[in-house]
T-cell receptor, first 116, second 114 residues
Framework: DTGVSQDPRHKITKRGQNVTFRCDPISEHNRLYWYRQTLGQGPEFLTY????????KSRLLSDRFSAERPKGSFSTLEIQRTEQGDSAMYLC??????????????FGPGTRLLVL | AQSVTQPDIHITVSEGASLELRCNYS??????LFWYVQSPGQGLQLLLKYFSGDTLVQGIKGFEAEFKRSQSSFNLRKPSVHWSDAAEYFCAVGAYSSASKIIFGSGTRLSIRP
């Protein structure tokens, strides 16, 4: 399967701990996105990368959150000093970029985070 | 600001019946419009998309959607639903100049009555 993959699929942590999630996009895709989805809501945009450059960040992305895509391939999303309000599904998506017909985001299965 | 409204939180239809899920968007320019489906434990799957051209868009799994600029709507339809269509459906809008940010609606949960 050459779709978007995310690891881990589930994470349970205690409040105050740091967590890191990984996303591997579709190999030829140069754009990578992170979203957060809470129960009963649609995904909310967090940030996106064009290759290794982080081009946009949502105000939802507090200073406890950091995302990287060091070589323009996989990406990591780290949450420091987790809070119970961080409990959510974290979704990664990728797209080709570069033109209207290519701007479709393909989503991974998500990482479900539970902060106790 | 862009926004998407899905007025129906939960819809139940009988298997074999027709389906229409409503979506209204707010955006000043010509939008990208999408419908995604999310099954339990699965990622979001793109059903169909509208960028320009024909306002009636065909998608996967027998779904179609119609873009109506005058009503700012992009409703999803299917003539005959199957039990496997039970899922959460999300309408979404992206900016014409850049789809870097997609705004999702809050979703409509579809249940199928046997």
């Amino acid at each position: 399967d050459t779709g978007v993959s995310q690891d881990p699929r589930h994470k349970i942590t205690k409040r105050g701990q740091n967590v890191t999630f990984r996303c591997d996009p579709i190999s030829e895709h140069n754009r990578l996105y992170w979203y957060r989805q809470t129960l009963g809501q649609g995904p909310e945009f967090l940030t996106y990368f064009q290759n290794e450059a982080q081009l946009e960040k949502s105000r939802l992305l507090s200073d406890r959150f950091s995302a990287e895509r060091p070589k323009g391939s996989f990406s990591t999303l780290e949450i420091q000093r987790t809070e119970q309000g961080d409990s959510a599904m974290y979704l990664c998506a990728s797209s080709l970029g570069g033109g209207f017909s290519q701007e479709t985001q393909y989503f991974g299965p998500g990482t479900r985070l539970l902060v106790l | 600001a862009q926004s998407v409204t899905q007025p129906d939180i939960h819809i139940t239809v009988s298997e074999g019946a027709s389906l229409e899920l409503r979506c209204n968007y707010s955006y000043g320019a010509t939008p990208y419009l999408f419908w995604y489906v999310q099954s339990p434990g699965q990622g979001l799957q793109l059903l169909l998309k509208y960028f320009s051209g024909d306002t009636l868009v065909q998608g996967i799994k027998g779904f179609e959607a119609e873009f109506k600029r005058s009503q700012s709507s992009f409703n999803l339809r299917k003539p005959s639903v199957h039990w496997s269509d039970a899922a959460e459906y999300f309408c979404a809008v992206g900016a014409y100049s850049s789809a870097s940010k997609i705004i999702f609606g809050s979703g409509t949960r579809l249940s199928i009555r046997p």
